[in-house]
Nanobody, 126 residues
Framework: QVQLVESGGGLVQAGGSLRLSCAAS????????LGWFRQAPGKEREFVGA????????YYADSVKGRFTTSRDNVKNTAYLQMNSLKPEDTAVYYC???????????????????WGQGTQVTVSS
């Protein structure tokens, strides 16, 4: 079982960058697939990106493809979401999630993840 803690959110101008971190305060992330989701006010939580536990296979939502990159450092027990060219529509609370998965598997649905962080706010001003 893992406990996840996100950090790195904040206020940034459109076109700027932020890097979110997702650290395991308890347990090891090394055999977990990791996903990133976001939820804007009044909207459902949506998939952003995911990375398999092998650290190689990734998948992104069309809305962030080419702008966001997820990576992981299993030695540091941390995953990252690098967000570039941010837009006001990227404003949301961002969550990381984890689930036990096969080496190359990435999940895109909320229901596929068992463990969630508390979320971190990202606000992009125009």
């Amino acid at each position: 079982q893992v406990q996840l803690v996100e950090s790195g959110g904040g206020l940034v101008q459109a076109g700027g960058s932020l890097r979110l971190s997702c650290a395991a305060s308890r347990g090891s992330l090394s055999t977990y697939a990791l996903g990133w989701f976001r939820q804007a006010p009044g909207k459902e939580r949506e998939f952003v990106g995911a990375i398999a536990w092998n650290g190689i296979n990734t998948y992104y939502a069309d809305s962030v493809k080419g702008r966001f990159t997820t990576s992981r450092d299993n030695v540091k027990n941390t995953a990252y979401l690098q967000m570039n060219s941010l837009k006001p529509e990227d404003t949301a609370v961002y969550y990381c999630a984890a689930t036990v998965g096969r080496a190359a598997w990435v999940g895109v649905n909320r229901d596929e993840y068992n463990y969630w962080g508390q979320g971190t706010q990202v606000t992009v001003s125009s």
